[in-house]
């Protein structure tokens, strides 16, 4: 499970027996499903696009926004032309983020700068201070980048927004993978443990104050609240569809993907 505040819808009810949670960010979250340490997780859209051949995707579950998503920032110093060939930070917890920060900066506004890119493992380790001497730009994903916002001392993108600016799009940051290997061997059961992931969602959304009181988060319940129902998107829909397709596309034009089409979904019923 992504170890965030927007993880605490999909976690909130989703029990199977025999199922073992992780908690991570995206980043190692994509590492340790790729290296066969897990057989089911969510991880950056990016992940399961460029991975096809080893995933199937669970329908009807996502992390998405629409116009903004409030939790994944470009911090610049100055406009975005003082970007161009300066060192821009990315930090390791996302390749999703990563990428899309590629396709607005490269594609969209024709800006090249000069990208250093965080192993998974060190994120979350950054000093602010370092990072606002060292660099012209830098992307922070999840409640780290939330905390940004207020400690950095950069200006934020919202990177939600600047895509939606520049397609009309709503944007997929996550989806749910299995390994098609497990699945082959495990049909039944992973369809048992995607029908009660997509029920976790329903339920999650509807219970916002009792999953607030589950643990100490860093947002005030109605910030809590507002984030999850009215920000974040769960539901894997068409608008959300489209948005995925759109960013493969480019995706693929960019020379970052070998397949400009979207992943293939598993079926829910046998």
Not at 124 to 129: A, P
Not at 131 to 160: C, P, S, T
Not at 212 to 217: E, G, I, Q, S
Request: hydrophobic share 45%; aromatic share 12%; proline share 4%.
């Amino acid at each position: 499970m992504i170890d965030f505040v927007n993880g605490a819808v999909p976690d909130a009810n989703f029990l199977v027996p025999g199922v073992q949670k992780v908690y991570a960010h995206p980043g190692i979250l994509n590492e340790m499903l790729r290296q066969n340490q897990l057989d089911f997780a969510a991880v950056s859209a990016f992940e399961a696009l460029e991975n096809q051949k080893d995933y199937l995707i669970c329908p009807k579950v996502c992390i998405a926004a629409h116009q903004r998503v409030e939790s994944v920032f470009l911090f610049t110093h100055s406009d975005f032309l003082s970007l161009h060939k300066a060192p821009v930070f990315l930090s390791g917890a996302s390749k999703t983020s990563v990428t899309l920060t590629k396709i607005i900066l490269e594609r969209f506004l024709k800006i090249s700068p000069c990208f250093m890119q965080q192993a998974p493992n060190q994120a979350f380790l950054e000093d602010w201070e370092s990072i606002r001497k060292n660099y012209a730009g830098a992307v922070f994903i999840g409640d780290w980048a939330q905390k940004a916002v207020h400690e950095l001392g950069m200006k934020a993108h919202d990177l939600a927004e600047l895509w939606y600016s520049h397609t009309g799009l709503s944007f997929v940051f996550a989806l749910w993978a299995i390994r098609r290997d497990y699945f082959v061997k495990n049909s039944e059961f992973s369809r048992l443990v995607a029908k009660n992931l997509i029920q976790s969602v329903d339920r999650g959304l509807i219970m916002l104050p009792d999953l607030y009181k589950r643990k100490k988060w860093h947002l005030s319940e109605p910030q809590f609240i507002r984030f999850l129902s009215e920000v974040m998107r769960y539901r894997l829909q068409d608008s959300e569809l489209l948005g995925l397709k759109r960013f493969c596309e480019e995706l693929f034009q960019h020379g970052l993907l070998a397949d400009p089409n979207l992943p293939e979904f598993f079926s829910l019923n046998a």
